[in-house]
T-cell receptor, first 112, second 116 residues
């Protein structure tokens, strides 16, 4: 059973456009994380959100944790070709020393 | 500082053969995790070591998989005998613990295993 549902699975946009990727679950998570993965490499952590309703910004990326801590979103403003990659959401259900549960990912392609 | 390293990067074996994957975590990281991504599915947890002890092995698919972390440093994951459904990318991650909290797991580049 997949705990985290990510949408869309694929996203292909032009440089300069805005986009939002969603990560949803029926389960509560103690924290959610967003990763970016490049071909041939492992996932690299972008951000961790811990508190329900929390919003974090990382340059043109905005991350939000839902009030009920069951969902999260990643918004990219004015996308650039360098943003191309696989974006993964993942979460801890209990202790942050334990396992991560991952979504299937969103493959983003930004065309110049 | 060196990141998490995994060896080999690719392995192609026949059904029924044995394969051993190796992971070297970041120096000083007590926590070591194994994950696997099967094509078309999400990355799934396999097991978690704290130093040399298995903290959680509930994600291991069956007894054909054996993970070890002798001395609490590097870890090996052996698949014996390999089946077709074992094909996928195996990721290793490590993290350190401070005040019983660890948010960031650092991932290695993965080992792509193909069983034919």
């Amino acid at each position: 059973t997949q705990l985290l549902e990510q949408s869309p699975q694929f996203l292909s946009i032009q440089e300069g456009e805005n986009l939002t990727v969603y990560c949803n679950s029926s389960s509560v998570f103690s924290s959610l994380q967003w990763y970016r993965q490049e071909p041939g490499e492992g996932p690299v952590l972008l951000v961790t959100v811990v508190t329900g309703g929390e919003v974090k910004k990382l340059k043109r990326l905005t991350f939000q944790f839902g009030d009920a801590r069951k969902d999260s979103s990643l918004h990219i403003t004015a996308a650039q070709p360098g943003d191309t990659g696989l974006y993964l959401c993942a979460g801890f259900r209990g202790s942050t020393l334990g396992r991560l549960y991952f979504g299937r990912g969103t493959q983003l392609t930004v065309w110049p | 500082e060196a990141g998490v390293t995994q060896f080999p990067s690719h392995s192609v074996i026949e059904k029924g053969q044995t394969v051993t994957l190796r992971c070297d975590p970041i120096s000083g990281h007590d926590n070591l995790y194994w994950y696997r991504r099967v094509m078309g599915k999400e990355i799934k947890f396999l097991l978690h070591f704290v130093k040399e002890s298995k903290q959680d092995e509930s994600g291991m698919p069956n007894n054909r998989f054996l993970a070890e972390r002798t001395g609490g440093t590097y870890s090996t994951l052996k698949v014996q005998p390999a089946e077709l459904e074992d094909s996928g990318v195996y990721f290793c991650a490590s993290s350190q613990t401070r005040d019983r909290v660890s948010y960031e797991q650092y991932f290695g580049p993965g080992t792509r295993l193909t069983v034919t």
